[in-house]
């Protein structure tokens, strides 16, 4: 009797030490997706900042009777590093959404649909 109790016992504290581990390695991943957000809002913030300079530059260029701004090299290096900035946004994004995926995983959900919410509707409509 005392085997079974003991035998109990020890699937009932593995099974809460397994429940506290994943919640501790989930936290420190919700902890991760947060520094990942400040990374999107900071790549955010040098995007804007990015396309008002590339927005002056067509300005400028345009004021000084380029017919096609989109040739000049100011315009063309605001083109590229606003492009850059913007890869560097979606690679956090992208991060962000592994590391969601690997919390579900973990709690044993069903992986979240490919398409958005939206298409998802209008499949389910027919349309």
Same mark, same amino acid.
């Not at 919700?30 to 002056?56: E, K, S």
């Not at 040739?71 to 590391?99: F, G, Y």
């Given at each position: 009797?005392?085997?079974?109790?003991?035998?109990?016992?020890?699937?009932?504290?593995?099974?809460?030490?397994?429940? %506290?581990?994943?919640?501790? %390695?989930?936290? !420190?991943?919700?902890?991760?997706?947060?520094?990942?957000?400040?990374? %999107?809002?900071?790549? =955010?913030?040098?995007?804007?900042?990015?396309?008002?300079?590339?927005? =002056? *530059?067509?300005?400028?260029?345009?004021?000084?009777? *380029?017919?096609?701004?989109?040739?000049?090299?100011? %315009?063309?290096?605001?083109?590229?590093?606003?492009?850059?900035?913007?890869?560097?946004?979606?690679? =956090?994004?992208?991060?962000?959404?592994?590391?969601?995926?690997?919390?579900?995983?973990?709690?044993?959900?069903?992986?979240?649909?490919?398409?958005?919410?939206?298409?998802?509707?209008?499949?389910?409509? !027919?349309?």
């Amino acid at each position: 009797m005392t085997a079974e109790y003991s035998a109990k016992a020890k699937e009932i504290s593995s099974g809460a030490l397994a429940l %506290v581990w994943r919640f501790l %390695v989930n936290t !420190g991943r919700r902890g991760l997706i947060l520094l990942r957000w400040l990374g %999107v809002w900071w790549q =955010q913030w040098r995007l804007n900042r990015a396309w008002r300079r590339l927005g =002056q *530059e067509v300005h400028l260029a345009l004021e000084a009777g *380029e017919i096609n701004p989109m040739l000049t090299e100011p %315009v063309r290096d605001a083109v590229l590093r606003s492009r850059d900035l913007k890869a560097a946004r979606d690679r =956090q994004l992208a991060a962000i959404a592994a590391i969601r995926a690997r919390i579900r995983e973990s709690r044993g959900l069903p992986p979240e649909p490919e398409g958005k919410p939206a298409d998802l509707n209008t499949a389910a409509r !027919g349309e």
